[in-house]
């Protein structure tokens, strides 16, 4: 199993940052790779981002836009989302998932997930 924790949402105003983090604990080799998720009242779970553990490639929404940053350190087995320039369509709650394989916009493929961290941001 792998534990997944999630940190760093907030209340942030339009135009500002916050950095989410995502702590995995347990059997970390299992997963190959990693995402970032999220859901807003009344929609559905959409993508974010991915990034491949060991290459460090990754792969984002068209909606990110250069605004988030997918990021890792494989010391800490911790992943990171920047995002910047938050507008308030972004507020949503955050997931961090683990998958084994390579990265991926599907989230069917991800087996482990985090209880997730509220974004919410104000115009």
């Known amino acids: 199993q792998v534990q997944l924790v999630e940190s760093g949402g907030g209340l942030v105003r339009a135009g500002g940052s916050l950095r989410l983090s995502c702590a995995a604990s347990?059997?970390?080799?299992?997963?190959?790779?990693m995402g970032w998720f999220r859901q807003a009242p009344g929609k559905e779970r959409e993508f974010v981002a991915t990034?491949?553990?060991?290459?460090?490639?990754?792969d984002y929404a068209d909606f990110v836009k250069g605004r988030f940053t997918i990021s890792r350190d494989n010391a800490k087995n911790t992943v990171y989302l920047q995002l910047n320039s938050l507008k308030p369509e972004d507020t949503a709650v955050y997931y961090c998932?683990?998958?084994?394989?390579?990265?991926?916009?599907?989230?069917?493929?991800?087996?482990?997930w985090g209880q997730g961290t509220s974004v919410t941001v104000s115009s």
């Open positions: 990034i491949n553990w060991r290459s460090g490639f990754s």
């Open positions: 347990g059997r970390t080799f299992s997963s190959s790779a």
């Open positions: 998932a683990a998958k084994v394989g390579a990265r991926s916009r599907i989230s069917g493929e991800y087996g482990y």
